[in-house]
């Protein structure tokens, strides 16, 4: 198959593959860093993150047919308004969620597996009864659309460039608040020691709920960013599941520095074998590889270093 391509046109091609793996490694990064806060920092397994991220993609679906119906006017700023919203409804379910059935589980956490999983089943079939089985997509502002030629054979979609400067700026907003903040320090306080953190007057509970809907949140950031790549459908979160853990995983729980190179490293690999392979082994291989890896280094990429 390469033979009958010239360099140049293998040079187009391979650029062209590595920026859509540059689109799906931000997905991926905006998915990771809310599950990363709460599998890495809280311990709690939840196999319900894909719904999360469901959630904002259906509440910037809802957005995009408001506006286009009701204040066309303001339809071109439409997606700014969708992903606030779709932070609000994902980070407030969150911290219900939390009240009302993972603080019970802190001590359990394997406990929070099966909770969360069944869970993701009520989720889905509430979007299923709500929105439909059928996937829908969005509409997107005319600015959104179309690419920026780069050469005469290379085009990078805008809405590509778009979702990777939200990356950008969602991770810095992270960083800053978990450890450049006196939330953040509350955080890894309670996480490192919820006794200790609770005797000098941190309210763990608070602490835990915030934390929680700050992952949730920050997964439907990352379905509001998902209707540029694909469409929305009760199920759609299941998609990405897998692969979310095995970022957090494989980067090293608790490593923002781990999460972003983990997600970055497997986006790529799978962009660049989906080219000579199908879809389907590209992933089986990505998999493969990452295991290998974990069983030589099961702490991850990354790990935060202690006192002892």
């Known amino acids: 198959m ?32 809310g599950l990363a806060i709460i599998f890495g920092q809280m311990g709690v397994i939840n196999m319900a993150h894909g719904e999360f991220m469901i959630l904002g993609a259906y509440v910037t679906y809802l957005c995009s047919t408001f506006f286009q119906t009701y204040l066309p006017a303001l339809f071109p700023i439409y997606f700014f308004i969708a992903m606030g919203l779709a932070f ?20 359990r956490p394997l406990d929070t597996l099966l909770a969360t999983w069944g869970l993701s089943l009520i989720l889905q079939q509430a979007y299923r009864s709500i929105f439909g089985a059928r996937e829908v997509g969005v509409e997107l502002p005319s600015w959104l659309i179309g690419s920026v030629q780069v ?68 997964a439907g950031i990352a379905g509001s960013a998902f209707t540029m790549i694909g469409s929305t459908g009760p199920t759609s979160g299941q998609l990405y599941i897998v692969d979310t853990f095995l970022i957090v995983v494989f980067g090293g729980a608790a490593s923002l520095v781990g999460t972003i190179a ?38 991850g990429l990354f790990t935060l270093k202690v006192r002892r």
């Open 2 to 33: 390469l033979g009958d391509y010239s360099f140049s046109d293998l040079g187009a091609i391979f650029a062209m593959q590595g920026f859509a793996g540059l689109i799906l490694f931000s997905v991926y990064l905006l998915m990771a860093l």
């Open 88 to 107: 609000l409804a994902s980070g407030a379910l969150g911290m219900l969620v939390e009240w009302g059935l993972i603080r019970f589980l802190y001590k």
């Open 151 to 218: 050469t005469d054979t290379i085009e990078i979609p805008i809405n590509g460039l778009f979702v990777m400067g939200v990356t950008i700026l969602i991770t810095v907003c992270v960083a800053l608040l978990i450890f450049r903040s006196r939330f953040g320090q509350q955080v890894r306080a309670v996480m490192a020691n919820r006794a200790m953190a609770g005797a000098v007057g941190i309210d763990t509970e608070k602490v835990d709920r915030y934390t929680f809907g700050l992952g949730c949140g920050i």
């Open 262 to 299: 983990s997600a970055f490293s497997i986006s790529q690999t799978q962009s660049t074998l989906e080219f000579f392979l199908s879809g389907s082994m590209a992933k089986v291989i990505t998999l493969l590889a990452v295991v290998g890896i974990l069983m030589l280094r099961p702490q």
